[in-house]
């Protein structure tokens, strides 16, 4: 098993330097100088001669061939720098590492409220029988998986905050003002769990051995918890990695709805300005999150299953 995850890490990294090159060759091609934009957002590109403008083209290394700026920008990389952001003169990990709390914060009480809406939702329908209410649970997840997260942010912002003024609107002040936002956030994501729990619950209700622990005379419930949710949240545990993308993704368009401060409107800001410094340390980070995730997922699938430990180690 360590060996297995001694490889799954070093196939991590192999992601880490795709990403990053990838990210790279592509920013390196769009049709646009940097120092340009940053000069023309702050109104001083009149105001330069070109030798200075020349000098800001060299200290950012643009004025370099391809394979240069490469290189410099890789060994950065290696040593966990991602140089100076363009328009605000400083450094992108320490900008990142301001905006990555408010986000992580936000992206982590979003999991939790999908987890248990998600969850819920699956284990009740799983434990009805059938009825109309059962009906009504299973038509929720397809209705939330088609509600854009901007249209229900500003629902949730004109009811709870704007008519009942239990949460704030806008901005970063405390637990309160990061309830909507991680609710809006968790919504697509709680959808998409309960469908896939809900169809595992139903295949595995049809297992031996639960048809073994109903003729011994288990409740219904019982069988639900300890022998029919175990082996069915094997697929729900395979959707980790998508769903931290899915939130990453729907942070930054959160983040913009409810004005808060974090790594999406790093990302606004960044694509705004053609900021490539900040693209790249955002793309990087993206990837590192997703490798983080699956690497912490293969490690956990045998806790839940013993029985695919030695056929997954050995592929």
């Given amino acids: 098993m360590a ?31 940097p120092v340009e ?19 800001l083209r060299a200290e950012y290394h643009v004025d370099e061939p391809f394979y240069v700026q490469y290189g410099i920008a890789l060994w950065r990389f290696v040593q966990g720098d991602f140089g100076t952001s363009i328009p605000q003169r400083l450094p992108v990990t320490e900008l990142i590492g301001q905006a990555l709390p408010e986000t992580l914060g936000l992206a982590a009480l979003a999991f939790a409220v999908a987890v248990l809406l998600g969850g819920g939702l699956a284990l009740l329908t799983g434990y009805l029988r059938g009825g ?36 704030p609107a806008i ?4 637990f309160a003002s990061v309830v909507l936002p991680a609710v809006t956030l968790a919504l697509p994501t709680a ?9 595992s ?16 005379g288990a409740s219904r419930l019982r069988i639900l918890f300890v022998d029919v949710l175990r082996h069915a949240s094997l697929p729900s545990l395979t959707l980790v990695g998508m769903t931290v993308g899915n939130m990453l993704a729907g942070a930054i368009v959160v983040e913009t709805v409810f004005s808060r401060l974090g ?22 980070l993206s990837a590192l999150v997703f490798v983080v995730v699956n690497l912490v997922v293969d490690a956990v699938y045998p806790l839940l ?5 030695p056929s997954r180690a050995a592929t």
Avoid: C, H
Wanted: net charge positive; hydrophobic share 55%; glycine share 8%.
């Fill in 3 to 33: 060996r297995y995850l001694l490889r799954r890490a070093a196939q991590g990294a192999f992601v880490l330097w795709a990403a990053f090159t990838a990210g790279f060759v592509i920013l390196y091609l769009l049709p646009s100088d």
């Fill in 37 to 55: 934009i940053m000069l023309a957002s702050t109104g001083s590109m009149g105001e330069l001669d070109p030798g200075a403008v020349a000098a």
């Fill in 132 to 167: 109309r209410l059962r009906r009504l649970l299973l038509s929720l997840p397809p209705l939330l998986v088609s509600i854009p997260s901007f249209w229900a942010g500003l629902i949730l912002l004109q009811v709870f905050s704007f008519r009942l003024g239990w949460f």
């Fill in 171 to 174: 901005g970063n002040r405390g």
């Fill in 191 to 199: 959808a998409i769990i309960a469908q896939v729990l809900i169809k």
């Fill in 201 to 216: 619950l139903r295949q595995t209700w049809d297992e031996a051995f639960v048809v073994t622990a109903t003729a011994k």
């Fill in 263 to 284: 790594v999406g409107r790093l990302v606004e800001q960044a694509v705004s300005a053609q900021d490539i410094p900040m693209i790249q340390g955002l793309v990087v």
């Fill in 305 to 309: 299953d013993p029985r695919i430990r």
